[in-house]
């Protein structure tokens, strides 16, 4: 059985046992293949302090140098891509194929992080007034922390830490404990990229361990992904302790479909965007909005296609849709289904009957499904379901679909589907959400842009990664500088010379 401990100080945690351990599931077979050691406070205060210790070395390495860690990190990353992909996809459950794209997502990070030089530039203006200088700098802010969620056990770290550390902090991460193994495989790619001792902690566990992060007063800033009630805690308890904050939360991202749309192309992308992954991506498309006439016509291509999808274990390539990450969640994510019928939805496609290809009959299985004819009041709607259920919005015109978005208290991601470019215009402008993609279903930007919602899916100013990410970890100086002139009368600051 394996056992996954934190990493503090550039080496695995040898201090006093945690208290407390969690099981780790392999979702395909449904066994326990592991555990994973719960922080306390203790163990917390001792990554903290290590990163602490770590924070005026790093801080007063050159530029040049901590851009040399990041390029040396990005070939091990790469070396090392389908190991990170199956320890992801034995404790997550998503495909291998999947499990390497988020690896290769979380390198852009890596790469953008690799022009830290250039990224940290100020600004510099000669004589401002009258023999003065004025200029700009960014400095790092000491010891910051990222909390990220199950869904991307690299990718979503590495939308924090290559440029907090790039940019001089000391970083200590704590993963989702439900798939916690990845994290410390990068922490160890990081020293061998020679990353010095204690610029990069791991620390496992839940509530306790997020709170100590919290409530400690060396952590100057907190970086969260997950779900909106939790963000909204670390956002409000985070402030609240001084901290800056940036909490991402969690999404309902609607796809509208214009009736001059290609059906097929949108058929294609809607079954991408709402099952890949099972459905466990904060960017799944997880509800379509369907402009009269096509939602009879677009429902049957999206059933057809879901029809033919291949559900399996994450480790056969073969299969297009692994298991859910726990049997709790498959089966609240289950809910759904009768809870959408009982409210006045049609299930169009029921999950729960899709055979599933290999894997044991106790894996956390549960096929793509579709619930027609749903309207904003069911709770199948209203509530983050997070799994592989598309639902399904009549709307009579582009103004009561665009009114659906805007009606979400969610504002993550959006597409629209469309040949009109008027129409994707104007909704590209009306639209209340973070990121949007003109027949492009799932549009998470690339690393030099940032990534980040609006309304209940982010709390906080600033989205991560591209120079927002850049100044969220660091904070601005203006120097202004007035440098006598050697002729002045008395005062001479040139260099004494024998005259
Ligand atoms: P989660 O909120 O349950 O957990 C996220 C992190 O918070 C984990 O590290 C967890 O240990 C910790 N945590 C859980 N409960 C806590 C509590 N009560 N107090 C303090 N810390 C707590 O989220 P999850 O289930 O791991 O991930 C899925 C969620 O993440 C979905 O809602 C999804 O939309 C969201 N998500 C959002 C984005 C985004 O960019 N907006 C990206 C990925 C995932």
Redesign the pocket.
């Known amino acids: 059985m394996k056992h996954t401990t934190h990493w503090i100080d550039g080496k695995p945690w040898t201090g006093a046992a945690s208290a407390r351990r969690g099981d780790v599931y392999n979702p395909a077979t449904g066994q326990v293949s592991g555990t994973v050691d719960f922080a306390s406070a203790a163990e917390v205060d001792a990554a903290v302090a290590a990163a602490a210790a770590a924070f005026p070395g790093w801080r007063a390495t050159s530029l040049v140098r901590r851009a040399g860690v990041m390029f040396a990190f990005r070939e091990l990353v790469r070396e090392r891509q389908a190991d990170i992909a199956m320890l992801i996809s034995a404790e997550h459950g998503k495909v291998a194929s999947d499990a390497a794209g988020e690896v290769a997502r979380g390198l852009e990070v890596v790469e953008f992080a690799c022009g830290i030089p250039h990224l940290l530039k100020g600004g510099f203006s000669e004589n401002v007034s009258a023999g003065v200088d004025a200029y700009s700098i960014r400095q790092p802010l000491g010891v910051v922390a990222g909390?990220?969620?199950?869904?991307?056990p690299a990718m979503?770290p590495m939308w924090m830490f290559p440029l907090a550390i790039a940019c001089g902090n000391a970083f200590v991460l704590?993963?989702?404990?439900?798939d916690p193994s990845a994290s410390v495989l990068l922490a160890e790619l990081l020293a061998e990229a020679g990353l010095p001792d204690g610029v990069f902690n791991v620390v496992h566990?839940?509530?306790e361990a997020?709170?100590a992060l919290l409530a400690h007063p060396q952590v100057r800033a907190v970086s969260?992904?997950?779900?909106?009630?939790?963000?909204r805690?670390?956002s409000e308890a985070g402030t609240v302790a001084g901290k800056r904050v940036q909490a991402?939360?969690?999404?309902k991202n609607h796809m509208i479909v214009l009736p001059d749309a290609d059906l097929d192309l949108a058929a294609d992308a809607a079954v991408s965007a709402g099952f890949g992954s099972a459905g466990?991506?904060?960017m799944a498309i997880s509800v379509l909005v369907a402009v009269d006439p096509v939602g009879d016509e677009l429902v049957a291509k999206i059933a057809e296609r879901v029809a033919r999808l291949r559900v399996g274990p994450g480790d056969d390539e073969r299969s297009e849709m692994g298991p859910l990450v726990t049997a709790a969640h498959r089966d609240k994510v289950a809910s759904y289904l009768d809870s959408g019928v009982r409210e006045g939805a049609v299930l169009a496609v029921d999950g729960r009957e899709h055979p599933v290809t290999g894997g044991a009959d106790d894996g956390f299985w549960l096929g793509p499904s579709v619930l027609d004819h749903v309207t904003p009041p069911m709770s199948c709607y209203a509530d983050?379901i997070?799994g592989p259920v598309l639902s399904v919005v009549r709307a009579a015109g582009y103004n009561e679909a665009l009114e659906v978005v805007n009606g979400s208290p969610y504002g993550?991601g959006t597409a629209i589907f469309t040949n009109d470019g008027g129409a994707a215009r104007r909704f590209t402008s009306e639209v209340e959400v973070g990121m949007v993609g003109i027949n492009v279903p799932i549009p998470v930007p690339m690393a030099f842009y940032s990534?980040?919602?609006w309304k209940s899916?982010?709390f906080g100013d600033t989205h991560v990664h591209g120079t927002e990410g850049v100044h969220f970890y660091t904070r601005g100086k203006a120097v202004t500088s007035r440098w006598l002139d050697p002729s002045h009368g008395g005062v001479n600051l040139g260099f004494p010379v024998n005259r």
Do not use: H, Q
């Not at 704590?174 to 439900?178: A, F, N, R, Y």
């Not at 969260?224 to 963000?231: E, I, R």
């Open positions: 909390i990220t969620p199950f869904n991307f979503v704590k993963p989702s404990e439900k566990g839940g509530k997020v709170d969260f992904v997950g779900s909106t009630p939790v963000a805690y670390v991402l939360g969690g999404a466990e991506r904060c983050e997070f993550n990534f980040g919602g899916s982010l």
